[in-house]
């Protein structure tokens, strides 16, 4: 069992930056994809960023490219998504995800564990 807890959510306004971080508990961490999903109020979950298990890929929406970065720290099992330039359409509730599959997945049923989520507000 692979528990997810993200943490860095809150409340900044247009223009800033937020970092967001999701803590694993498993051991064989580094054998996992991750990959971070968002949902906006009214939306259906969305696909944000992800990476591989040995970070050495990445995939991104097309509406945060350029402004989110995503990485990992197999060491400390830590997956962080780096934003900057926020918009108020980047208010959501952000997910973190696990998968077991090696590569970059970009759909959430490619995703076998999910954290609770971490709320990211923008204010225009």
């Known amino acids: 069992q692979v528990q997810l807890v993200e943490s860095g959510g809150g409340l900044v306004q247009a223009g800033g930056s937020l970092r967001l971080s999701c803590a694993a508990s498993v051991r064989t961490f580094s054998s996992y994809a991750m990959g971070w999903f968002r949902q906006g109020p009214g939306k259906e979950r969305e696909f944000v960023a992800a990476i591989r298990w040995s970070g050495g890929s990445t995939s991104y929406a097309d509406s945060v490219k350029g402004r989110f970065t995503i990485s990992r720290d197999n060491a400390k099992n830590t997956v962080t998504l780096e934003m900057s330039s926020l918009k108020p359409e980047d208010t959501a509730v952000y997910y973190c995800?696990?998968?077991?599959?090696?590569?970059?997945?970009?759909?959430?049923?490619?995703?076998?564990?999910w954290g609770q989520g971490t709320q990211v507000t923008v204010s225009s």
């Open positions: 995800a696990a998968a077991k599959s090696g590569l970059v997945p970009t759909t959430q049923r490619r995703y076998d564990y």
